[in-house]
């Protein structure tokens, strides 16, 4: 079966940084991508991976490995706004994207 | 630019009650739709999703349906919904023929079944 894992929760401090793994086992693979949710709103895409390596956007970045089939989204200078859950996704041989449960990030002052 | 747009925000309805949740896309011609659906501490689940109108796939066997009666236009119902439908519905697009793009998510509907 598919399957997308990431820790359900995670706590950090204001300032700091914070790294959320992602590890899937899917059948093919035509990218990943990372969406921010905060609570009670729709998901907002954040960052797209389809070849190894670090896509850096701003305070945001994300890595891939292929080859591990690992991903993980790394936030710096965390600030009480990136207090949302993070989804992990992956497409697959038939371009479906296959969703994680999502990490919850709880910034604390 | 385009905008997406899912109602109603929240409908709290008794169980046996039908169920309509409607989204519109402006901007953009002949996109991918989708239905998906948020359960607590749950992945997205894709209910749904239409390449053109008229053509609907289904993902998840249930007593759900979706329409697609304009280009630009998606439509989540049910005849009768049962209490396991509660949930975070999001309808969402994107750009027809980029297998890879992003999904670009309406603000979602709460439906609670009572």
């Known amino acids: 079966g598919q399957n997308i894992d990431q820790p359900t929760e995670m706590t950090a401090t204001e300032g700091a940084i914070v790294q959320i793994n992602c590890t899937y086992q899917?059948?093919?693979?035509?990218?990943l991508f990372w969406y921010q949710q905060h609570a009670g709103e729709a998901p907002t895409f954040l960052s797209y991976?389809?070849l190894d390596g670090l896509e850096e956007k701003g305070r945001f970045s994300s890595f891939l490995s292929r080859s591990k089939g690992y991903s993980y989204l790394l936030l710096k200078e965390l600030q009480m706004k990136d207090s949302a859950s993070y989804l992990c996704a992956v497409m697959d041989s038939n371009y479906q994207l296959i969703w994680g449960a999502g990490t919850k990030l709880i910034i604390k002052p | 630019s385009q905008t997406i747009h899912q109602w109603p925000a929240t409908l709290v309805q008794p169980v046996g009650s039908p169920l309509s949740l409607e989204c519109t896309v402006e901007?953009?011609?002949?996109?991918?739709l989708y239905w998906y659906r948020q359960a607590a501490g749950r992945g997205l689940q894709l209910l749904f999703y239409?390449?053109?109108?008229?053509?609907i796939s289904s993902e998840v066997p249930q007593n759900l349906s979706a329409s697609r009666p304009q280009d630009r236009q998606f439509i989540l119902s049910s005849k009768k919904l049962l209490l396991s439908d509660s949930g975070f519905y999001l309808c969402?697009?994107?750009?027809?023929?980029?297998?890879?793009?992003?999904?670009?998510f309406g603000e979602g509907s709460r439906l609670t079944v009572l």
């Open positions: 991976n389809v």
């Open positions: 969402a697009w994107s750009v027809q023929g980029l297998s890879t793009g992003e999904l670009f």
């Open positions: 901007g953009t011609s002949n996109p991918n």
């Open positions: 239409s390449v053109g109108i008229g053509q």
């Open positions: 899917t059948s093919g693979f035509n990218g």
